[in-house]
């Protein structure tokens, strides 16, 4: 017998995907992208297209040590939406965390 299935509850979140990224590569800087997925509960192929987003927009930038990367972000970059943009994302992530550990807080 078949067990029925449990009514699907709406999993919106006020933070983005890209934000929740950001947020684990701050708390844990050598997180692997397949960790992060599971954190984020998102597919591996969607964390490595965020996480080229960010480093497009000069938020996050990784350092290879090994055959692992170390991520670094930099706190100074505004968040980028209008309505946000005069905040940085150092900001958003001293909001959620209390010691993100990957953040640069000077841009190099």
Same mark, same amino acid.
Request: glycine share 4%; with cysteine; net charge positive.
């Given at each position: 017998?078949?067990?029925?299935?449990?009514?699907?509850?709406?999993?919106?979140?006020?933070?983005?995907?890209?934000?929740?990224?950001?947020?684990?590569?701050?708390?844990?800087? /050598?997180?692997?992208?397949? /960790?992060?997925?599971? %954190?984020?509960?998102?597919?591996?192929?969607?964390? *490595?297209?965020?996480?080229a987003?960010? /480093? *497009? %927009?000069?938020?996050?930038?990784?350092?290879?040590?090994?055959?692992r990367?170390?991520?670094?972000i930099?706190?100074?970059?505004?968040?980028?939406?209008?309505?946000? %943009?005069?905040?940085?994302?150092?900001?958003?992530?001293g909001m959620?965390?209390?010691?993100? %550990?990957?953040?640069?807080?000077?841009?190099?």
């Open positions: 017998m078949k067990k029925p299935e449990k009514p699907r509850r709406s999993r919106w979140t006020f933070l983005t995907n890209h934000a929740h990224v950001l947020i684990c590569l701050a708390r844990t800087p /050598e997180m692997t992208l397949r /960790e992060v997925s599971l %954190a984020v509960d998102i597919t591996e192929r969607a964390v *490595q297209r965020i996480v987003d960010l /480093e *497009q %927009a000069g938020v996050l930038q990784h350092v290879r040590s090994g055959r990367n170390h991520y670094e930099r706190g100074t970059e505004p968040l980028r939406h209008p309505l946000e %943009a005069h905040r940085s994302a150092g900001d958003l992530l959620v965390l209390d010691h993100p %550990a990957g953040i640069k807080s000077s841009q190099a």
